[in-house]
């Protein structure tokens, strides 16, 4: 792995210690903290390998930019549908439900639950 790919790995490895799923640019953004000559292809182009390599999760957004997860242990997300906040949420695996009702092979599946989070629920107008 290159200088600059060992830097975004740490980022994401730091990131998962908080719990937090950062986006592309909230990857640049602390990158380019670090090494001011790094460039958003770079960061692209290394999560791309990364998520390719199986050492981190490309977490899809209905509305608003992917999530890079560097926890690729078996779990699922909890999405705010007002700030975005991401958690882990641990619940079984219904690969082998899925199958069975659709009758063929499940490779894998992502599964992210809307709700509000207790921090928006404070806010006026909260849920």
């Given at each position: 792995m290159?200088?600059?790919?060992?830097?975004?790995?740490?980022?994401l490895?730091?990131?998962?210690?908080?719990?937090?799923?950062?986006?592309?640019?909230?990857?640049?953004?602390?990158a380019k903290?670090?090494?001011?000559?790094?460039?958003?292809?770079?960061?692209y182009?290394?999560?791309?390998?990364?998520?390719?390599?199986?050492?981190?999760?490309?977490?899809?957004?209905?509305?608003?930019?992917?999530?890079?997860?560097?926890?690729?242990?078996?779990?699922?997300?909890?999405?705010?549908?007002?700030?975005?906040?991401?958690?882990?949420?641990?619940?079984?695996?219904?690969?082998?439900?899925?199958q069975?009702?659709?009758?063929?092979?499940?490779?894998?599946?992502?599964?992210?639950?809307?709700?509000?989070?207790?921090?928006?629920?404070?806010?006026?107008n909260?849920?």
């Amino acid at each position: 792995m290159t200088r600059k790919g060992t830097l975004i790995w740490n980022i994401l490895k730091e990131a998962q210690v908080s719990r937090r799923h950062l986006t592309a640019e909230e990857v640049y953004q602390q990158a380019k903290k670090r090494d001011a000559g790094i460039a958003m292809a770079t960061v692209y182009n290394n999560l791309n390998a990364l998520e390719a390599q199986g050492r981190i999760r490309r977490v899809r957004q209905s509305s608003g930019p992917d999530r890079f997860d560097g926890n690729v242990i078996y779990h699922d997300h909890m999405v705010c549908e007002r700030c975005g906040k991401m958690t882990d949420v641990t619940l079984r695996d219904f690969s082998k439900e899925l199958q069975k009702r659709v009758g063929i092979d499940i490779t894998g599946y992502e599964l992210n639950i809307r709700y509000i989070c207790p921090e928006c629920r404070k806010e006026p107008n909260g849920a």
